[in-house]
């Protein structure tokens, strides 16, 4: 499973990258109005820490628009991926970058249908958003076992990029069904590797290892 952060902040991005931990980033308008910063020079910093998939988000509605601002990111990078909403105008995107050989990931997905329109229209990454299916009281894991289903039924080889993840559990659900990448916030990614009986545990042999006044490591 491939874990993609999902932030455009420079020094959290840094922090993980240096765990190897890291397979990409996405971004969103959202995330980059938060940053504050300027949407192209952002991305072009992000492309320039983390070598793997960094999604950079188209923001016109109408497809000849949205080639033409998809052009013009995928310049930054060889591993940009261009963004682009489930919408007809959308889905003409995908179609047209992907035959240009550009990564293209389809978002704002909350329905199976819209997954296999997207998977037909060459997408690189479907993103169903999982806990905003979740905060209306629909289960957003069931529709990434059904993305899961139908994807595997045709053979088809855009990847599962669950999206919106709110929580450690969604992510190992995620692996359990089987989704190929999960984008989480920062902390939600630093939360995996935490458990209690780690850290007890880890205090108990430094303790009793001290207790022997030996060292590893000479001088
Ligand atoms: O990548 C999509 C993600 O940023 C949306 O997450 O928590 O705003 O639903 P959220």
């Not at 999982?130 to 076992?145: N, Q, V």
Request: proline share 4%.
């Amino acid at each position: 499973m491939k874990f993609f952060i999902d932030t455009a902040e420079i020094d959290q991005i840094r922090e993980l990258a240096d765990t190897g931990m890291v397979d990409g980033v996405t971004t969103n308008p959202s995330l980059i109005a938060k940053s504050g910063r300027n949407f192209i020079e952002v991305i072009a910093e992000i492309a320039e820490i983390v070598p793997g998939p960094v999604s950079a988000e188209v923001t016109a509605t109408d497809a000849d628009a949205m080639i033409a601002e998809g052009r013009e990111l995928a310049k930054i990078g060889d591993n940009i991926a261009v963004k682009v909403p489930l919408t007809w105008a959308g889905l003409k995107t995908c179609r047209v970058l992907s035959d240009e050989g550009r990564m293209v990931n389809v978002t704002l997905c909350f329905s199976a249908n819209q997954a296999l329109l997207a998977a037909k229209a060459g997408a690189s990454f479907i993103s169903p958003f999982i806990g905003r299916l979740d905060d209306i009281g629909l289960d957003g894991m069931e529709l990434i076992a059904d993305i899961r289903e139908i994807y595997d039924n045709y053979d088809f080889e855009t990847e599962i990029l669950a999206a919106s993840i709110r929580t450690v559990n969604h992510v190992q659900q995620c692996a359990q069904v089987g989704a190929d990448v999960i984008t989480a916030p920062p902390a939600i990614i630093k939360s995996l590797v935490k458990h209690p009986l780690t850290d007890k545990g880890l205090d108990a042999f430094l303790a009793d290892w001290a207790k022997t006044g030996q060292t590893i490591l000479k001088g």
